[in-house]
């Protein structure tokens, strides 16, 4: 059963516009987020967490948004850039479960900007 | 720093034969961790270590083996090497157990025949 879902395998944006990727949980006891993004051939790389605390964090271009009624994080990238093409991850865990819980993620959404 | 280095880049298996995948970090990471990424789905934990001399199994841990003898060091050994290996492993490191914030390294593209 997966715990963590992203339902769209890909996204395409034109470049300038908001790019949102989505994800959503199962497990209620997530309570810290990260978004990494991936090239091909290349290790993921963190972009940004949030903690079940906020519903809001930002950084730059990037922001993403949780719902924790909904168990529902978004990453949104304004504004998209041609850089920005590659599979990002939505990943979670209990920041209080000392290591043991890993990070569980999602099946990646791989987004296109188009020029 | 050169941050975490894997190596093989790439390797091709038989059947029953045992291998050593290598993984380095340069910045007195406490946790390390070892996932795989299969095609369409997400990574998945197979060890991980909160510091040297502690190892633990996670999701997927069979056919696996770790040690942790320094904190720079996380090599991941596969016993007996069976087609269902064939994937991409990562391997992971962040400052503590607490720190989620995982740096990973390139990766190492694994196919067992």
């Known amino acids: 059963d997966q715990q963590v879902k992203q339902n769209s395998p890909s996204l395409s944006v034109q470049e300038g516009r908001i790019s949102i990727l989505n994800c959503d949980y199962t497990n209620s006891m997530f309570d810290y987020f990260l978004w990494y993004k991936k090239y091909p051939a290349e290790g993921p790389t963190f972009l940004i967490s949030?903690?079940?605390?906020?519903d809001k964090n930002e950084d730059g271009r990037f922001t993403v948004f949780l719902n924790k009624s909904a168990k529902h994080l978004s990453l949104h990238i304004v504004p998209s850039q041609p850089g920005d093409s590659a599979v990002y991850f939505c990943a979670a865990t209990t920041y209080s479960g000392g290591g043991a819980d890993g990070l569980t993620f999602g099946k990646g959404t791989h987004l296109i900007i188009q020029p | 720093n050169a941050g975490v280095t894997q190596t093989p880049k790439f390797q091709v298996l038989k059947t029953g034969q045992s291998m050593t995948l290598q993984c380095a970090q340069d910045?007195?990471?406490?946790?390390m961790s070892w996932y795989r990424q299969d095609p369409g789905m997400g990574l998945r934990l197979i060890h991980y270590?909160?510091?040297?001399?502690?190892?633990d199994q996670g999701e997927v841990p069979n056919g696996y083996n770790v040690s942790r003898s320094t904190t720079e060091d996380f090599p991941l050994r596969l016993l007996s090497a069976a087609p269902s290996q064939t994937s991409v492993y990562f391997c992971?490191?962040?400052?503590?157990?607490?720190?989620?914030?995982?740096?990973f390294g390139p990766g190492t593209r694994l196919t067992v025949l």
């Open positions: 949030i903690s079940s605390i906020k």
């Open positions: 992971a490191s962040s400052r503590t157990s607490r720190y989620n914030e995982q740096f």
């Open positions: 270590s909160v510091g040297a001399g502690i190892t």
């Open positions: 910045m007195n990471h406490e946790y």
